[in-house]
């Protein structure tokens, strides 16, 4: 079977979106499958993130930005004081160009697709477009197209959705896309490759100068507002005035990052927090096993890879109450707390921290869960017979 990957940035971020992508067609071309990806690169075809050897690369050459103006903006917020009234103006200003970035971009790698693609489409037999909807009923005119969307869309959308083919989503998206999109879409779980995530032994904790004696409180992925590593920044100064034998490990890199360091700057010189910027996804493993507890503290999440990957390596955590959360609390591996509230946020935290013994019975249970129910291999065997029901393809 050959099928294109239509995610526009796959070479460009590690997020989960993308980690789901590059994971999942991993393993869908070790199924014999034949695996091209479209997605954007520079003028010169070139891309910070290579991918996997069994993806043929297909880059969208030009000169593109999802947060075109952001960096600016956020130099002004952080000088306007946080309960003036100016700051709110100022954060509704920000957050309207930021979506209209992305819109650009958006439209932008649609016109592109089409017209670079339009003299082969024909090279495979299905595609599969990660987020877009338009992008997604546009291509399903060439090809039998199958659209996954990593997040809930409105029904606004729905004529679009209806054009596709098959619709796919997981966790919080797939429970509010079906109430109006009804058996049409479709579950696609996400997985987690147990030869990597697992259980070990890490020299992290040593590297930072940090003894099993402490507490290392952690969070992998994206430092932006919708994640909410604001809130786990303004908790840990305030945990640290209670229990000096805490620690913060923080992986990722984003447009909060500058913020987040300078909110926990005295910390950070004193080498209670460290931040690593960026990670390779397959050394990812020997951080988490560097933490006692992983924090997700998301305004909003769907189904977070990074929570199924802190549970593979025995970590419990602690997430928002919000969408996709809540589900996976349901295992017993975790803990929720009141999304948006620094105030709860640390009352749990205080919590939970006081139980050794209770931290790695949740560890234990999140570990099992994910070995029975989560793989990339039984992920890609699904999709595979998605495409061939649902797009007609043969095998």
């Known amino acids: 079977m050959r099928v294109l990957v239509v995610h526009s940035e796959l070479g460009v971020l590690r997020g989960g979106g993308e980690?789901?992508?590059?994971?999942?067609?991993?393993?869908?071309?070790?199924?014999?499958?034949?695996?091209?990806?479209?997605?954007?690169?520079?003028?010169?075809?070139?891309?910070?993130?290579?991918?996997?050897?069994?993806?043929?690369?297909?880059p969208i050459r030009g000169w593109w930005s999802r947060n075109l103006g952001e960096a600016m903006l956020s130099t002004i917020s952080r000088r306007i004081p946080f309960q003036s009234r100016l700051r709110k103006t100022w954060d509704r200003l920000q957050e309207a160009m930021s979506w209209r970035a992305v819109r650009w971009h958006s439209e932008r790698f649609r016109r592109r697709v089409e017209r670079e693609l339009a003299h082969c489409w024909n090279d495979f037999d299905s595609v599969y477009v990660h987020g877009d909807a338009i992008l997604a009923s546009e291509v399903a005119n060439h090809r039998p197209t199958i659209l996954r969307l990593p997040g809930p869309v409105s029904a606004d959308l729905s004529p679009f959705l209806q054009k596709v083919h098959a619709v796919c989503a997981n966790g919080d998206a797939l429970s509010r896309i079906s109430r109006f999109l009804g058996e049409r879409v479709i579950e696609l779980p996400a997985g987690v490759d147990g030869r990597l995530f697992q259980p070990g032994l890490t020299a992290i904790r040593s590297a930072l100068k940090w003894s099993n004696q402490e507490l290392v409180i952690g969070y992998v992925g994206r430092l932006t507002p919708i994640k909410g590593i604001d809130l786990l920044a303004a908790a840990f100064v305030e945990i640290l005035h209670k229990r000096t034998d805490v620690r913060l490990l923080i992986v990722g890199q984003g447009q909060a990052e500058r913020a987040i360091r300078s909110t926990l700057s005295k910390e950070l010189e004193q080498g209670k927090v460290h931040i690593e910027p960026d990670i390779e996804h397959e050394q990812l493993p020997q951080w988490y096993r560097a933490m006692d507890l992983f924090v997700m503290p998301s305004r909003y999440e769907n189904h977070s890879n990074a929570l199924l990957e802190a549970m593979a390596c025995g970590i419990p955590f602690l997430a928002s109450d919000v969408g996709g959360n809540t589900m996976v609390t349901e295992t017993g591996a975790g803990w929720l707390f009141e999304s948006e509230s620094v105030s709860s946020l640390i009352a749990c935290l205080s919590k939970i921290l006081k139980s050794s013994p209770e931290l790695k019975a949740r560890g234990k249970i999140g570990f099992d869960y994910v070995q029975e129910h989560h793989s990339w291999a039984a992920t890609a065997e699904r999709l595979e017979k998605i495409i061939i029901s649902r797009l007609g393809a043969e095998k």
């Open 19 to 58: 980690n789901f992508t590059r994971n999942l067609f991993t393993a869908f071309a070790e199924r014999g499958h034949d695996v091209s990806a479209a997605f954007v690169a520079d003028r010169k075809g070139r891309y910070p993130i290579s991918l996997p050897a069994v993806i043929k690369p297909v």
